[in-house]
């Protein structure tokens, strides 16, 4: 399949507002409790963005790997994508009011 890249964000969009949100919440509560898990076993506070910003890292690092034996691996780009968006989703939440 020949992709134009918009398929890829629109397969994110369905994933972090469809399936994903209904098994794990909205974004900003499941990466609340992974920011406090961290913090459990590391010692070390995050924000709910820099949860979702080190699993951006972790798929970026996947690509990279990937990208250097040639090949592009799209489920990370996916998932990338839509930890993109659920810190837009997180962002807005925090927003709401304003």
Not at 18 to 28: D, F, K, L, V
Not at 43 to 53: D, F, N, P, S, V
Not at 84 to 96: F, I, N, Q, T
């Amino acid at each position: 399949m020949t992709s134009s890249g918009a398929d890829a964000l629109l397969e994110a969009y369905a994933l972090i507002t469809g399936p994903r949100q209904t098994a794990y919440s909205h974004p900003a509560d499941d990466y609340a409790r992974t920011a406090a898990i961290f913090k459990a076993i590391t010692g070390i506070e995050l924000t709910t963005q820099q949860a979702i910003l080190f699993m951006v890292a972790v798929k970026l690092s996947r690509l990279a790997h990937n990208l250097n034996q040639g090949n592009l691996h799209r489920d990370s780009l996916v998932d990338a994508a839509g930890y993109l968006g659920c810190m837009a989703m997180v962002d807005k939440r925090a927003h709401a009011d304003d």
